[in-house]
């Protein structure tokens, strides 16, 4: 069974543009989370998704945004990014909410 | 808001050393989760514990979750150069908001 995959892997931007991250779960899982991974903070929640719905919501600004389709592969949007949006951004699956989550490698992301 | 604290935060090493790792909190968690993770890669679930009082071995991992369900432990024993990594939990918290909460982690570097 494949991992959860997340494209791109690597991504630079400069300030004030936007960026699109994708994440594929594993086959049959309908639960996405997203989080924000840099030295400093940690690990922070994002958003999670089940059902194309949003469950819940991390504290982070209204540029942060993220949307899940159908085929429960998610998106999550960053917009006017700021140098301090330079992360590695992770992506998590699981059969249900609440349920074990399994990571993605990540998307990497240098906001110059 | 609710804090994982990790401690230490770095750790180094030399091969066939014991050392535990630990979690504290002033909160209550429904469950703790101990993840690791390798650079370029998302985090890998090594266990979780659910009772309070409860010890789960994983060869030469031993996991321990408080009484309370406010802090846990990560002992190794007899480390190996394969151990190392970013070791990371994550306290489920529940009641309207259920998310992993992550601590910031310990990074263990085993010398061979």
């Known amino acids: 069974k494949a991992g959860v995959t997340q494209t791109p892997r690597y991504l630079i931007k400069t300030r004030g543009q936007q960026v699109t991250l994708s994440c594929s779960p594993i086959s049959g899982h309908r639960s996405v989370s997203w989080y924000q991974q840099t030295p400093g903070q940690g690990l922070q929640f994002l958003f999670e998704?089940?059902?194309?719905?949003?469950?819940n919501k991390g504290n982070f600004p209204g540029r942060f945004s993220g949307r899940q389709f159908s085929n429960s592969r998610s998106e999550m949007n960053v917009s006017t990014l700021e140098l301090g949006d330079s992360a590695l951004y992770l992506c998590?699956?699981?059969?249900?909410?609440?349920?074990?989550?399994?990571f993605g490698p990540g998307t990497r992301l240098l906001v110059l | 808001t609710q804090l994982l604290e990790q401690s230490p935060q770095f750790l180094s090493i030399q091969e066939g050393e014991n050392l535990t790792v630990y979690c504290n909190s002033s909160?209550?968690?429904?469950?703790l989760q101990w993840y690791r993770q390798e650079p370029g890669e998302g985090p890998v679930l090594l266990v979780t514990?659910?009772?309070?009082?409860e010890v789960k071995k994983l060869k030469r991992l031993t996991f321990q979750f408080g009484d309370a369900r406010k802090d846990s432990s990560l002992h190794i024993t007899a480390a190996q150069p394969g151990d190392t990594g970013l070791y990371l939990c994550?306290?489920?918290?529940?009641?309207?908001?259920?998310?992993?909460?992550f601590g910031k982690g310990t990074k263990l570097t085993v010398n061979p």
């Open positions: 998590a699956s699981s059969l249900f909410p609440l349920e074990t989550q399994y």
């Open positions: 909160s209550v968690f429904s469950s």
């Open positions: 998704y089940f059902s194309e719905t949003q469950r």
């Open positions: 994550a306290g489920g918290t529940q009641g309207g908001s259920e998310k992993l909460v």
């Open positions: 514990v659910v009772t309070g009082g």
